[in-house]
T-cell receptor, first 116, second 115 residues
Framework: AQSVTQLGSHVSVSEGALVLLRCNYSSSVPPYLFWYVQYPNQGLQLLLKYTTGATLVKGINGFEAEFKKSETSFHLTKPSAHMSDAAEYFCAVTSASGQAGTALIFGKGTTLSVSS | EAEVAQSPRYKITEKSQAVAFWCDPISGHATLYWYRQILGQGPELLVQFQDESVVDDSQLPKDRFSAERLKGVDSTLKIQPAELGDSAMYLC?????????????FGQGTRLTVV
């Protein structure tokens, strides 16, 4: 079975400060890991994903995440927060099987607030 | 740019009534997912289709929920009868194949309120 734990349901930062959103996963098979962003009353948009290869992955809007197998973590970072980054962020995992039955399993989400 | 279309965007219904949601995936996407997102929570899978076949409906409350994708293209999710606890955002997503190999694209969702 797979699961995702997002540490901290709410993170507040100042504009220009470092953003760090934490995600730990549990998986008995090699995982594929994702970060999605959701704005109010909208669907989810993919920020970045890790499948295989380079463990540091870069996504849209200046976000990046590093896959650390030894720590079972996939934390999301951005060097300098912008007001437009305020949103809900979800970490998700799926198995690396490539088969049809590989739906995403999401964490409970972290709300990011950015103050000026 | 291709999008996953969902309708309606918002729905208010009385408990014990029937309600249906529609999803049109991105053209050519064989895999379609319905997720339920309760306020303040992450999305949870209800049902997954590969073409017209159900791949996973283990979390679908089958006594009141049903889903179909008759021609392997668009899909309908139905609730009958609706209960107060069904109030949530219902998200549809599609991908070329399983999300292990291809990105899942999400629609804007249907916000259901049961009164």
């Amino acid at each position: 079975a797979q699961s995702v734990t997002q540490l901290g349901s709410h993170v507040s930062v100042s504009e220009g400060a470092l953003v760090l959103l934490r995600c730990n996963y549990s998986s008995s098979v090699p995982p594929y890991l994702f970060w999605y962003v959701q704005y109010p009353n909208q669907g989810l948009q993919l920020l970045l994903k890790y499948t295989t290869g380079a463990t540091l992955v870069k996504g849209i809007n200046g976000f990046e995440a590093e896959f650390k197998k030894s720590e079972t973590s996939f934390h999301l970072t951005k060097p300098s927060a912008h007001m437009s980054d305020a949103a809900e962020y979800f970490c998700a995992v799926t198995s690396a099987s490539g088969q049809a039955g590989t739906a995403l399993i999401f964490g409970k989400g972290t709300t990011l607030s950015v103050s000026s | 740019e291709a999008e996953v279309a969902q309708s309606p965007r918002y729905k208010i219904t009385e408990k014990s009534q029937a309600v249906a949601f529609w999803c049109d995936p991105i053209s050519g996407h064989a895999t379609l997912y319905w997720y339920r997102q309760i306020l303040g929570q992450g999305p949870e899978l209800l049902v997954q289709f590969q073409d017209e076949s159900v791949v996973d409906d283990s979390q679908l409350p089958k006594d009141r929920f049903s889903a179909e994708r008759l021609k392997g293209v668009d899909s309908t999710l139905k609730i009958q009868p609706a209960e107060l606890g069904d109030s949530a955002m219902y998200l549809c997503a599609s991908s070329l194949a399983g999300t292990g190999v291809s990105e899942a694209f999400f629609g804007q969702g249907t916000r259901l309120t049961v009164v």
